[in-house]
């Protein structure tokens, strides 16, 4: 039968050659579709390696000077043991499961700050992002230890030890080496170091982001005295409700503990859903996604149609040629079989070509723009392109043809 269906194949090569042409062109052309497609959902669903359901994030206030109860000459360390005194207090609450103090470090801010990390020769070519944080930051947002573990994280940083995620291990440690227990520092050549008490799993930056460079260290007590005074906005305080006690968490939340939390010059000022914040610190990105999926459904669509209304054309006017078939003793599931081959057929000798330009796009640097491309990558985006075309290319020939086949052989013959 394959020998039959290629020498139709050949001696119809002038019409085949510009549906060859046409099956070329699309498939470069759908290939970048669903390349886009397929990155864009495997990097949204890959895991975030954090958790903010249930996460709330609360800021602090301080009285204006001109408040009636503003109180004077407060020390520093003195307006520390608030602010530690606050968290406990959040901390004891009934609807909280754990609280936190943290800089720069709650998801879906879109503040931060970063370092390039070093150890001997080896350093971080990219940011590390860094997470300054009490212990149970790791709690609240239930971060894990390579080991599946967070309480490895929680006890590195009570240790006053740094935290650092799997890719920055493998940036700074070959070979596999395990970086738990060796020196790292902030700058080169720094003869002050840090132990790496932990290792982490990877933590993404966002829902459309790889980036999962970071470190966490200790907020000390010293640390948290550059966040006193009029700088006390800039503290996060995170915290995990129970997931039971989350109904109007924050309404609740403020009439029980507005006047607990009005320790010194400082007062509960915002209290906001994580999850809310995500929502719009991604709306962006969700509008500009949104955006592409509706130009690529259009596109797939005229794809879609094209394919289709090409092969049903071409089968309409084969009807003369599939009563005389049947009138020459074939069935109409060996006649639809033979036009299913003789298509995907056409379809293979053009994708194979199409795959390799690609590819060599990719070598010569005219795909530079598409990080971590790979062989792989490329073949499953022409594995998914060919199963897609395949299926239109069915669907425009069952259809006409399947109406074509139950038309007696004389009457067709007759039309012809």
Same mark, same amino acid.
């Given at each position: 039968?394959?020998?039959?269906?290629?020498?139709?194949?050949?001696?119809?090569?002038?019409?085949?050659?510009?549906?060859?042409?046409?099956?070329?062109?699309?498939?470069?052309?759908?290939?970048?579709?669903?390349?886009?497609?397929?990155?864009?959902?495997?990097?949204?669903?890959?895991?975030?390696?954090?958790?903010?359901?249930?996460?709330?994030?609360?800021?602090?206030?301080?009285?204006?000077?001109?408040?009636?109860?503003?109180?004077?000459?407060?020390?520093?360390?003195?307006?520390?043991?608030?602010?530690?005194?606050?968290?406990?207090?959040?901390?004891?609450?009934?609807?909280?499961?754990?609280?936190?103090?943290?800089?720069?470090?709650?998801?879906?801010?879109?503040?931060?700050?970063?370092?390039?990390?070093?150890?001997?020769?080896?350093?971080?070519?990219?940011?590390?992002?860094?997470?300054?944080?009490?212990?149970?930051?790791?709690?609240?947002?239930?971060?894990?230890?390579?080991?599946?573990?967070?309480?490895?994280?929680?006890?590195?940083?009570?240790?006053?030890?740094?935290?650092?995620?799997?890719?920055?291990?493998?940036?700074?440690?070959?070979?596999?080496?395990?970086?738990?227990?060796?020196?790292?520092?902030?700058?080169?050549?720094?003869?002050?170091?840090?132990?790496?008490?932990?290792?982490?799993?990877?933590?993404?930056?966002?829902?459309?982001?790889?980036?999962?460079?970071?470190?966490?260290?200790?907020?000390?007590?010293?640390?948290?005295?550059?966040?006193?005074?009029?700088?006390?906005?800039?503290?996060?305080?995170?915290?995990?409700?129970?997931?039971?006690?989350?109904?109007?968490?924050?309404?609740?939340?403020?009439?029980?503990?507005?006047?607990?939390?009005?320790?010194?010059?400082?007062?509960?000022?915002? #209290?906001?859903?994580?999850?809310?914040? =995500? !929502?719009?610190?991604?709306?962006?990105? /969700?509008?500009? %996604? *949104?955006?592409?999926?509706?130009?690529?459904?259009?596109?797939?669509?005229?794809?879609?149609?094209?394919?289709?209304?090409?092969?049903?054309?071409?089968?309409?006017?084969?009807?003369?040629?599939?009563?005389?078939?049947?009138?020459?003793?074939?069935?109409?599931?060996?006649?639809?079989?033979?036009?299913?081959?003789?298509?995907?057929?056409?379809?293979?000798?053009?994708?194979?070509?199409?795959?390799?330009?690609?590819?060599?796009?990719?070598?010569?640097?005219?795909?530079?723009?598409?990080?971590?491309?790979?062989?792989?990558?490329?073949?499953?985006?022409?594995?998914?392109?060919?199963?897609?075309?395949?299926?239109?290319?069915? #669907?425009?020939?069952?259809?006409?043809? =399947? !109406?074509?086949?139950?038309?007696?052989? /004389?009457?067709? %013959? *007759?039309?012809?």
């Amino acid at each position: 039968m394959i020998k039959h269906i290629l020498q139709i194949i050949w001696n119809e090569r002038k019409q085949n050659m510009g549906i060859w042409l046409e099956f070329f062109l699309v498939s470069v052309f759908l290939w970048f579709i669903v390349d886009f497609l397929y990155v864009t959902v495997g990097i949204y669903t890959k895991p975030m390696g954090f958790d903010t359901e249930h996460t709330y994030i609360m800021r602090l206030g301080i009285l204006n000077e001109n408040s009636p109860e503003f109180k004077k000459e407060e020390s520093v360390q003195k307006e520390v043991e608030q602010l530690l005194i606050i968290q406990e207090r959040i901390q004891h609450n009934p609807l909280v499961e754990v609280a936190s103090l943290s800089f720069h470090s709650s998801p879906h801010i879109g503040n931060n700050i970063s370092h390039h990390l070093y150890r001997d020769t080896f350093q971080t070519n990219f940011p590390v992002l860094e997470r300054a944080v009490t212990p149970d930051f790791f709690k609240v947002f239930r971060y894990k230890a390579k080991s599946g573990s967070t309480d490895e994280l929680v006890q590195a940083v009570e240790k006053n030890e740094f935290v650092i995620s799997g890719s920055v291990e493998r940036l700074l440690f070959s070979n596999g080496e395990s970086a738990v227990g060796k020196e790292i520092s902030l700058r080169k050549g720094d003869s002050i170091t840090y132990r790496v008490g932990a290792v982490s799993k990877g933590v993404r930056y966002d829902h459309f982001n790889t980036w999962d460079l970071y470190f966490a260290r200790a907020l000390s007590n010293k640390t948290l005295e550059t966040f006193t005074g009029d700088k006390i906005n800039a503290l996060e305080i995170c915290v995990r409700v129970k997931p039971e006690e989350e109904r109007d968490f924050i309404d609740r939340f403020r009439s029980e503990m507005t006047e607990q939390l009005r320790v010194g010059n400082y007062y509960l000022s915002t #209290i906001e859903s994580i999850p809310e914040n =995500r !929502k719009i610190f991604q709306r962006d990105d /969700m509008n500009n %996604l *949104r955006t592409r999926m509706f130009i690529t459904f259009f596109l797939l669509v005229n794809i879609f149609l094209g394919i289709i209304g090409t092969f049903w054309f071409r089968t309409q006017h084969r009807k003369g040629e599939i009563g005389l078939r049947i009138a020459l003793g074939d069935t109409p599931k060996k006649i639809l079989e033979k036009y299913y081959i003789e298509g995907v057929i056409l379809l293979t000798s053009a994708i194979i070509p199409a795959t390799v330009i690609i590819y060599v796009l990719k070598v010569t640097g005219l795909l530079s723009y598409y990080e971590s491309f790979t062989w792989g990558r490329c073949l499953i985006g022409f594995g998914i392109t060919y199963l897609l075309l395949a299926l239109m290319i069915i #669907i425009g020939i069952w259809f006409p043809a =399947r !109406k074509a086949v139950k038309v007696p052989p /004389m009457e067709a %013959l *007759r039309d012809e």
